[in-house]
Nanobody, 118 residues
């Protein structure tokens, strides 16, 4: 059974940084696309970033501040978040897909809370 387990969320002040991790296990194949999405209170889920062997994608709202990376040997994807803003408060979800896709959707983690507040 495939599992995606996120970690690294927490409380951070505006302008601060956090690094999220997502460890994948139980898959018999590699995920061609992995990514992060977030859902803020009262808002729809938003795709934040994706990574494949062909490149990366960032939502305009985070481009230049967030960096997605991947360690294939560890089956882990990371999201380095810098210069966090209050609107970054959300539950962040890791997602993965066996296909190359703009919106990975095969598997989802349980989410990790990020709160940006002074």
């Amino acid at each position: 059974q495939v599992q995606l387990v996120e970690s690294g969320g927490g409380l951070v002040q505006p302008g601060g940084s956090l690094r999220l991790s997502c460890a994948a296990s139980g898959s018999k194949f590699s995920f061609n696309t992995m990514g992060w999405s977030r859902q803020a209170p009262g808002k729809q889920r938003e795709l934040v970033a994706t990574i494949t062997s062909r490149g990366t994608y960032y939502a305009p709202s985070v481009k230049g501040r967030f960096t997605i990376s991947r360690d294939n040997a560890k089956n882990t994807v990371y999201l380095q978040m810098n210069s966090l803003k209050s609107e970054g408060t959300a539950v962040y979800y890791c997602n993965a897909d066996k296909f190359y896709t703009a919106r990975p959707n095969d598997y989802w983690g349980q989410g990790t809370q990020v709160t940006v507040s002074s």
